[in-house]
């Protein structure tokens, strides 16, 4: 049942005014007003094209957008896309709603999965207001899996320059492969499609106010999905383009990863401990595309900031790490800019015992996220200069070989877990 006092009563009003929908595309936004336009125009056009004859609505959750952004999502007319030989049979309807003063991307979700609740669709998808690249047919890539052929979970995959997205193919994605037996490129993304079904069991879990406070909502996600034997596949989109507002901060972006994949292993626990190897998701078009133009990256930098941190946090170091692994780090530390590596294995060791260390919240579990920057900057650097010159094919190799010592080491995870409770 949807928590409608978590809903305005003006929103539940503009719900009641749209009724039951085949669609429901969920637009979170904030302060977006640079790209949000053309991001509705596109999905309208998306849903004129593939979905003409379905009953379709875009809900937009706002988070205190000062810019106008969410009267210019119900402002956006369709009447543009009929100009364009475009016709649809039906109405798609715009409504937006305010759920909070600030942003938060759990609060964001947990409204359209409300709305969604409510007005059972067969079909959602969610959409980024910052997708610069998207193009209409990803809207059927999302939604057709789920609308046709029952899917409850369709990930996207795209296409990545070697460097971009480091965090997810040095961590996310082979832990995540590793331990849930699911090969998922992109667990974590703005963009997926998913069921009514799945939409309301995450709805139910009441996990919207955690101690990591909604932070990865999306993977979260993703994880119930497999947790919950639903039934995931994956949909090539193309091109993996966001507008620049800012460089990427590090800790957000681990906590957002990180820390939400390590707070789900103590609930999933009975899901994950059993699994062992991994197998493909079904996958309709590409698994991954390898750019491989000039992309200037600092790694003297990297490894400057890995040494510092290395030197700082030794104290914390010791609480989370075992001393063979703490020593092991300190020495490759002492080694010169063309000697330095950060070997797979090590690097594996390392986050299977920052996840044991997590679970044991052996210090504050923010704090052990944090320790977590520096180390990934030194395996950073290690990743920047094995694939410096390496083809598409040797960067895919290289992450695989990465993916199977994950899967290799599972048991190193398993027997620090045992031995903390």
């Known amino acids: 049942m949807a928590e409608e006092s978590y809903l305005t009563d ?6 009641m005014n749209v009724g039951e929908v085949d669609i429901l595309i969920g637009l979170p936004t ?12 596109t999905i309208q056009s998306g849903i004129l094209r593939g979905f003409p004859r379905e009953r379709a609505v875009i809900i937009n959750a706002d988070g205190g957008s000062r810019d106008g952004t969410p009267e210019l999502v119900t402002g956006v007319s369709i009447d543009d896309m009929r100009a364009s030989n475009l016709h649809a049979l039906r109405t798609l309807h715009s409504i937006s709603t305010k759920y909070a003063s600030s942003p938060r991307p759990a609060d964001a979700f947990r409204t359209i999965l409300a709305a969604a609740e409510l007005l059972r669709p067969k079909a959602c998808v969610v959409m980024s207001p910052e ?18 052929d029952g899917f409850d979970l369709v990930t996207p995959t795209y296409r990545r320059h070697k460097f971009e997205g480091l965090l997810i ?25 998913f ?14 106010n955690d101690e990591t406070e909604g932070a990865g909502v999306e993977l979260r996600f993703t994880l119930a999905a497999i947790a919950g034997k639903y039934r995931i596949c994956q949909s090539f989109l193309g091109d993996k383009d966001r507008v620049e507002r800012h460089a990427v901060d590090l800790v957000p972006a681990l906590r957002q990863t990180a820390g939400a994949l390590f707070s ?24 991954q595309e390898v750019l491989l133009e000039t992309l200037r990256v600092n790694r003297k930098r990297l490894r400057e900031m890995f040494l510092a941190g290395i030197a700082e946090l030794e104290s914390v ?25 950060y070997p797979a294995e090590l690097w594996v060791r390392t986050i299977y015992e920052f996840a044991a260390s997590y679970q044991k919240s052996v210090i504050s579990r923010d704090h052990i996220v944090q320790a977590l920057a520096p180390l990934f900057r030194g395996r950073m650097f290690t990743f920047l200069t094995e694939n410096r010159n390496a083809s598409a094919v040797g960067v895919e190799k290289n992450i695989e ?9 599972k048991p190193h995870l398993l027997e620090l877990w045992k031995s903390r409770e």
């Open 10 to 15: 003006d929103f539940l009003r503009q719900l």
């Open 30 to 41: 904030h302060n977006n007003v640079k790209t949000v336009g053309s991001v509705v125009h």
């Open 131 to 148: 997708s610069a690249n998207i193009e209409p047919e990803w809207l059927s890539k999302l939604l057709r899996p789920i609308f046709d």
């Open 169 to 193: 193919t040095n961590l996310l994605y082979p832990m995540t492969r590793a331990l849930y037996g699911l090969r998922i490129r992109e667990a974590y993304s703005p963009e997926f499609g």
């Open 195 to 208: 069921s009514g079904r799945l939409g309301s069991q995450f709805l139910g879990q009441n996990a919207w």
């Open 264 to 287: 789900a292993l103590e609930p999933d626990f009975p899901v994950w401990s059993v699994v062992t190897g991994s197998q493909p998701a079904p996958t309709t078009g590409s698994d």
């Open 317 to 341: 170091f010791q609480s989370i790490l075992s001393p063979s692994t703490l020593a092991e780090l300190q020495r490759i530390a002492h080694l010169g800019e063309e000697e330095f590596r």
């Open 401 to 409: 070989d990465l993916c199977l010592e994950f899967e290799r080491l």
